[in-house]
């Protein structure tokens, strides 16, 4: 609701599609021509509108709408898609998912009303209004759709792969501190050092992460289309980290033997 | 009288060991029987590894499947996050 609210409250931008822009600009532009606004020192125009005229702009207006339909439907399929998969998703904390149900509800109960006001629409101008809302006024594809897979990401690293990795490292700890003493070698205690520092860096990147990420509305993403990338490299540097303490953590114990 | 002392003699025979079996099984351990010696779970160098330490590998194993199996989902919702990011999303 807020991120409709929010993105409604005057951050649409004018940009249209070509193909949208043809259209509309066909419409709009020629509909005058054809009406007769020519200059002064033209012809007097004629008191109504010709049949032509009509027949374009129902016909803009039908193409614009039909296509309204076409992205809306689409983003609709892929949502509904992700609120189950969220659901299901055991990665995703609590708080989390109450946070990512929402968002992906609303935009779905935002869309389908967007497309009955579109439905609805009786002129180019307010149909092209309102087809620039499916964008900037949800931005399902670069932003809510990435917000529920990163956030999850960045709860399944903190939440399932960091504890085993510590728990791990643990273990590792007390075998060579009894049993395993004998084979705590140089090389070994390396490992171990470097181990504890991939460990450092994957809680430093993750740290508020997924509140980070979930807290970007389409507002934030039409003021910075690159929004999500330092988050992202994040996530990267994270994954990287993972990969190399896993390295080390299977190095130390097969030196354990 | 013969017959009679011969059973007295069997009888005593009898309650004899009878007794020296009862004493035997209240008796410890005798003392000649060497307990192991409890330094034999430390293993010695280039051994086996003890108890303690499968123990211990087998949790790094549990955690590393766990590591795994978290990392799949990480990497899916990764993927899937950057294939929605490419797709064109302004109008």
């Known amino acids: 609701m807020n991120r409709i609210t929010r993105t409604w409250a005057g951050v649409f931008t004018n940009r249209v599609t070509p193909t949208l822009a043809g259209l509309a600009a066909s419409a709009v532009v020629g509909a005058p021509l054809l009406l007769g606004a020519a200059p002064a020192s033209a012809a007097p125009r004629p008191a109504s509108p010709t049949p032509r005229t009509s027949v374009a702009a129902q016909d803009a207006l039908a193409r614009i709408q039909a296509n309204s339909y076409t992205e809306i439907d689409r983003r609709l399929a892929a949502l509904n898609a992700a609120i189950p998969a969220v659901a299901a998703n055991r990665a995703i904390s609590p708080a989390d998912k109450a946070t990512l149900t929402g968002t992906l509800t609303a935009d779905v109960s935002g869309l389908t009303g967007l497309r009955q006001t579109i439905a609805a629409d009786t002129t180019v101008a307010t149909a092209t209004a309102d087809h620039q809302k499916i964008f900037t006024g949800y931005r399902v594809y670069a932003l809510a759709l990435p917000q529920v897979r990163f956030a999850a990401a960045a709860d399944g690293i903190t939440g399932s792969v960091l504890p085993a990795l510590t728990d791990a490292q643990h273990a590792l700890q007390e075998l060579l501190a009894g049993a395993g003493g004998g084979k705590n070698t140089p090389a070994v205690q390396a490992k171990m050092a470097d181990l504890a520092n991939q460990l450092t860096t994957i809680s430093t990147d993750t740290a508020g992460l997924a509140a980070t990420v979930l807290a970007y509305t389409p507002a934030d993403y039409d003021a910075n289309h690159a929004l999500l990338a330092p988050s992202r490299s994040k996530l990267a540097a994270a994954r990287t980290a993972i990969g190399a303490a896993r390295a080390d953590i299977a190095s130390v114990k097969a030196a354990l033997g | ?91």
């Open chain 2, 1 to 91: 009288m013969t017959r009679l002392a011969f059973g007295l003699v069997a009888v005593a025979l009898v309650a004899g060991c009878g007794q020296a079996a009862d004493h035997g099984s209240r008796k410890a351990a005798p003392t000649g029987v060497i307990t192991p010696a409890p330094t034999s779970t430390v293993p010695a160098r280039g051994a086996a590894p003890a108890a303690g330490t499968a123990t211990g590998t087998s949790r790094v194993d549990a955690d590393l499947k766990s590591v795994d199996a978290a990392l799949s989902q990480v990497d899916s919702d990764l993927s899937a996050g950057d294939s929605a990011r490419a797709q064109n999303d302004d109008n």
